[in-house]
């Protein structure tokens, strides 16, 4: 009759529906077009970008990071979190079997209830010993919902890992194209000084030979230190990125390899795609999506509450007093029993997880489709940001041109007689200024094609991924 129940209450178990909503994904409107137009570069988006810009070095950097940066190793452990989890929660689906053992050593009072017997020895043995299993048979599908919360939340983590690699490797980019920018900067800040160093040893003994007057030098050793001035401001910044690049490789302070000059790296193309497919790519969207199913799933977990929660209970164990005869068959005991509780009244206990965790998935559901819109306005951002760049350097590169034809004339005219020293200061003083700029421009126009990539998403990231350290393979090393 026993085993009649206990299959009777399994197979309703198996069979038992599952309390609360399905996940459906939310609907959202995406833009039908970018606003800047690119020809088509087919699967570009799914390559490792950063090695367009032809630069060994800073392929190299992004290998050190992907194996060393602190923050992935992070997130990997992270990930790893959230398995033990589900693995916790995924548990409770099937019979917990334990057993336990027990010896004690007792003195019973002679004038006790009952008394003891006269010459009865008040001192005795109890030896135990069980194996016990239990299981709550998930009727209404409350474990399955927390299983399948727990199983988002695991995703959700691997995302979060993936936004960390997409980060990680953008700002490395980034971070060595500012690098480069700056020691061209600090070339052409030197190479300035140096012009005008020359100047003023010249306008001295001009000076000295009664040719020119004191003022005249004066405006040249003026523009002499102006130019030794951004000297070392550009070499503190050259050390500050420096260390910051550091850091993303996951060392101390210090040097950082180069490879070729800014002027020399080859822009990366840019990947043309639907604004559908950044749904399926971009590691917040699906790590945003991820948490929005696993807030969904808990709404359908708490109201489970409401149903009767069915347990079974078994025990075999032997109890004895001598541990010789503790295994024998009169020691023998056991226990199997089924039982069934629920809410009757709870004062709004149940109503109130139920409606925190409603109020959980529409936050999760807002921040979802908040993610997405931030999405399409960064992509845009990048798209629109990079072609303005293009046409910028452009135009900042004309206006170099011009300036430095416009000092090379206003020198020749000095040296003719026929024009005073101060339109070569003016137009000298400009090109160094639209130098230093040109070399700005040219570094935000390669970090704005970084931006696309990183705005985009893509297959890139699991390329770069596969790169970085698992949190298993941490634990093997450390171990080693």
Known sequence: MRINVFVALLASGLAGCMVGPDYVRPTVESPTAWRIEYPMAAEVANTRWWEQFGDPALNDLVDSALRENLDVRIAAARVDQFIGALATTRSQL???????????????????????????????????????????????????????????QVYASEQAQRGVVLSLVSGVATSYISLRALDRQLEIAQATARNFGATARLFELRFKAGIVARTDVMQIDSQYQQALAAIPAFEQAIAAQENLISTLLGRNPGPIARGKAID??????????LPSTLLQRRPDILQAEQNLVAANANVGATRALYYPSVSITGLLGSVSTAFSSLFSGPASAGLIAAGVSGPIFTAGAIAGQVGSAEAQYQQALLAYRQTVLGAFRETNDALTGSQKKIEEVAMQNKRVDALREFARLSKLRFDKGVAAYLDVLVAENELFAAELAGVRLLADRYSQLVNVYQAMGGGWVDLAAAMAPTAQNLTTAQTQ
């Open 94 to 152: 099937y019979p917990q079997i334990g057993y336990g053992a027990e010896a004690s050593r007792t003195r019973a009072s002679r004038v006790g209830q009952p008394p003891l017997p006269p010459g009865a020895d008040p001192y005795f043995s109890l030896y135990q010993a069980s194996l016990g299993a239990s299981w709550q048979i998930d009727l209404f599908g409350r474990v399955r919902r927390l299983s399948e919360a727990a199983q988002a």
């Open 264 to 273: 020399q790296l080859v822009a990366p193309l840019i990947p043309a795609d």
